[in-house]
């Protein structure tokens, strides 16, 4: 089952403009991390935010967590067309043994 | 250095025969993962390796299915008497446990696209 749910579901924005994506889970997590991927093929790790941290920043990547609101968001500044690709949240779930749970992915076209 | 490499990229098999996907992880990698891919969907885990522990199986989806690792190091999916369900993209990632969390980062394989006619 999925734990993760991202919203929306597809985005479409040009190049130049962020791109915010969400994602909302139902039980206490370790931590949740956000991947890449390209055509439908392996994932790239993007980043990882523990339960006790509120905003992490990589390059033009920003990610918040909210644990009172069991969400999270992943926001990509000055999009480039690169950029393209789908976006998985992932939770470590406290209770759930060794395992990530992966949402559904949200599919990001940036035009040029 | 390389990383997770996972043969073959493409499989097609015909329904009722057994397939094996293989997937070689980081070297120095003691957690591996199984996961399995539908179109357009999100991954839905089946199977994890950590060290010597016994594996958790809990994602597999059905007794066609099973898993081993030989030596902590490559992995096996077997799949036998496939089903035209079983068609997806089978990705496997690896990990180093993270302090006394087994939640770390993943790095995860190109895939093996299953399809089965």
């Known amino acids: 089952s999925q734990q993760g749910e991202e919203d929306p579901q597809a985005l479409s924005i040009q190049e130049g403009e962020n791109a915010t994506m969400n994602c909302s889970y139902k039980?206490?997590?370790?931590?949740l991390q956000w991947y890449r991927q390209n055509s439908g093929r392996g994932l790239v790790h993007l980043i990882l935010i523990r339960s006790n941290e509120r905003e992490k920043h990589s390059g033009r990547l920003r990610v918040t967590l909210d644990t009172s609101k069991k969400s999270s968001s992943l926001l990509i500044t000055a999009s480039r067309a690169a950029d393209t690709a789908s976006y998985f949240c992932a939770t470590a779930d406290n209770n759930a043994g060794n395992m990530l749970t992966f949402g559904g992915g949200t599919r990001l076209m940036v035009k040029p | 250095g390389a990383g997770v490499s996972q043969s073959p990229s493409n499989k097609v098999t015909e329904k009722g025969k057994d397939v094996e996907l293989r997937c070689d992880p980081i070297s120095g990698h003691t957690a591996l993962y199984w996961y399995r891919q539908s179109l357009g969907q999100g991954l839905e885990f089946l199977i994890y390796f950590q060290g010597n522990s016994a594996p958790d199986k809990s994602g597999l989806p059905s007794d066609r299915f099973s898993a081993e690792r030989t030596g902590g190091s490559v992995s096996t999916l077997t799949i036998q008497r496939t089903q035209q369900e079983d068609s997806a993209v089978y990705l496997c990632?690896?990990?180093?446990?993270?302090?006394?969390?087994?939640?770390?980062?993943?790095?995860f394989g190109p895939g093996t696209r299953l399809t089965v006619l």
């Open positions: 990632a690896s990990s180093v446990p993270s302090g006394r969390s087994p939640y770390g980062e993943q790095f």
């Open positions: 039980t206490s997590i370790n931590n």
